[in-house]
């Protein structure tokens, strides 16, 4: 793991403790952001990221006027550098698992691609049938993003607070995932992130 993130995991804990919510800026070193980046763009080439549904098992379906992304899951050995990620996501999870005893077992994520023109309307991430997603992280890997590009992750707060965060090349942002209400506005410029969930073992069936 890389001295960049591993200083960043005590002011994670940190802020999902006061907030239930962290943005860390240059959490991963600048090459290994570019490669993942470049990784992305070449799956998307090859044709390996797909339109992403909505729902889950056999209720999934694809609603553009819901989300716009492409996406492709993430699994061991599929290449070097997101292997390298995975590995640092794993010192987070055994992180949280030690500080805050939320039992994390095990990870999913994918890449997710959003051509210019695309959103995702507010939402949380805990499925209503399968509370086993704890924590969600999200990695943003678009150099030079400005605010004109539009594209920025909207967290929602009680008394119709917000935060907008830029997907900004290096920024993780991580949060609780039943607890956060979310959009990704609409995007005028491709917008790169890796998205995932920590996993517990669940209390319902799958």
Not at 147 to 172: C, I, S, W
Not at 182 to 192: G, P, Q
Request: glycine letters at 8%; a negative charge.
């Amino acid at each position: 793991m890389n001295t960049t993130s591993s200083t960043c995991l005590p002011r994670i804990i940190d802020d999902l403790v006061e907030q239930g919510w962290s943005v860390m800026p240059q959490f991963i070193p600048q090459a290994l952001t570019l490669q993942l980046a470049q990784e992305c763009r070449e799956r998307a080439k090859k044709g390996a990221l797909t339109p992403a549904g909505v729902g889950r098992g056999n209720q999934q379906q694809v609603l553009e006027g819901v989300r716009g992304d492409h996406i492709q899951w993430l699994e061991p050995g599929q290449s070097s550098v997101t292997d390298e990620y995975l590995q640092v996501l794993d010192a987070l999870r055994s992180e949280l698992n030690q500080s805050l005893y939320l039992g994390l077992e095990d990870f999913e994520g994918h890449f997710a691609l959003y051509p210019p023109g695309s959103f995702y309307k507010q939402h949380v991430d805990r499925f209503r049938d399968d509370d086993r997603r704890m924590v969600t992280t999200v990695l943003y890997l678009n150099a030079d993003w400005q605010a004109e590009h539009g594209g920025a992750l909207r967290l929602h707060f009680a008394g119709d607070k917000t935060l907008d965060v830029l997907p900004e090349a290096g920024t993780l942002v991580v949060f609780m995932s039943a607890d956060l209400p979310h959009e990704v506005l609409l995007a005028h410029r491709e917008r790169l992130s890796l998205t995932g969930w920590f996993r517990r073992r669940g209390d319902t069936p799958v």
